[in-house]
């Protein structure tokens, strides 16, 4: 950062009083709490979170300096606002793979095929020349078949072995008064999920790992620059 572009004394001053200011209230929304999941708290949580990360970045670029503590954010879902005692719930999950290895993934495609033909679409079929299913020329027709025969778990658990590589991933749960009639959303079964109804989210990606370490970077430069 040049040294036109450096934040004043006087702006990292006037964080660290708002980060004062943010403490007072998150304590005063605590002790006032009217339930497990009051949304006071959540607010001055996230308000807390966002004072002390705009204190910490102000401090850095200052005086080269970090705070010794970190408060995780909570950008990704606003506060819980479903039922207490949920009668029903949804399970979202997103998971995304590259296709590392073509020839790997048509191979155990066409494996499967051999075993059992009716497990191959009739739109992604292509006949060989004795009549049996050819689906080992198709990565289209392959990823049909190996999602078709095996659970979403189980090629989590195998991805390699069809010559996938995971991307990041998604888990959401989302609490309900009553389930969904049957049928009622699988035209678009990801568009009705209110996020304030979602109880917990578990996401893995590799850009948390290259976070984590970019903030080891920064926090040792620290340490060695005492």
Known sequence: MSDAAQPSAAEVRAAAEAVKAALDRHLDAVER????????VYAAFDEL?????????????????????????SDHLPAYQGPEEPNALSVLIRRDYAVADPQRLLHQAQRVADLDPDTVDDAARAP???????VGTSVYAALG??????????????HKEFGLEEGDSTLWVA???????PGEWLSEPFEDIDP???VCRFDVSSVFDEELDEEEDVRGGA???R
């Open 223 to 225: 340490d060695r620059g």
């Open 33 to 40: 709490r009217s339930g497990q999941d009051d949304p006071a």
């Open 145 to 158: 078949v190996l999602f078709g025969e095996f659970e979403p778990d189980e090629i989590a658990s195998r």
């Open 196 to 198: 304030q109804q979602v």
């Open 128 to 134: 060989g020349e004795d009549g049996a299913a050819l």
């Open 175 to 181: 609490a309900a008064d009553d389930p969904p009639e």
């Open 49 to 73: 979170a966002a004072a002390a990360e705009v204190y910490d970045e102000l401090l850095y670029d200052t005086y080269d300096e970090v705070t010794p503590f970190e408060i995780p954010g």
